[in-house]
């Protein structure tokens, strides 16, 4: 709730991914990361396989997430607000974790096919954009 009510803004990881030639594009993920990886992919022509395995879920909505009835997985998915950011990158989570100074998770690959899914034991499933969109008609 804390981050909801009073939210921290990634505004120095920002500016330190805009200065790094290595970072080819970065969103923030205020509209869920389902809807806001789909608009990255869609601006740069490409595609996306998201690793169901790495999804980032903090460890409090995931032990107390299904008491409460929710599925931490769809609020990792499709949940908005986290003031996180997306971002994509030709080096390695490890070598950019240690030039940022601050841990970074990858959470999958741009692909060619310009379609969207996400891989989960091996399967893989189209990833359905059902994040907050600005423009929907509510009629």
């Avoid at 595609?47 to 995931?62: K, M, N, S, W």
Wanted: charged letters at 25%; glycine letters at 10%.
């Amino acid at each position: 709730m804390r981050r909801q009510v009073d939210p921290e803004p990634e505004v120095a990881l920002g500016i330190a991914l805009s200065e790094m030639t290595s970072v080819t594009s970065c969103i923030d993920l205020s509209d869920g990361l389902s809807t806001d990886l789909r608009r990255l992919c869609e601006a740069s022509g490409v595609g996306a396989v998201v690793d169901g395995e790495r999804l980032p879920i903090f460890p409090d909505l995931a032990r107390s997430g299904l008491a409460l009835g929710i599925d931490a997985e769809g609020a990792a998915l499709h949940g908005g607000e986290d003031y996180a950011l997306l971002f994509t990158s030709r080096s390695r989570e490890s070598q950019l974790s240690e030039q940022l100074g601050r841990p970074v998770y990858a959470i999958g690959v741009v692909s060619e096919e310009k379609r969207i899914v996400i891989e989960k034991g091996g399967t893989l499933k189209p990833l359905e954009s059902r994040g907050w969109d600005h423009f929907a008609n509510d009629e």
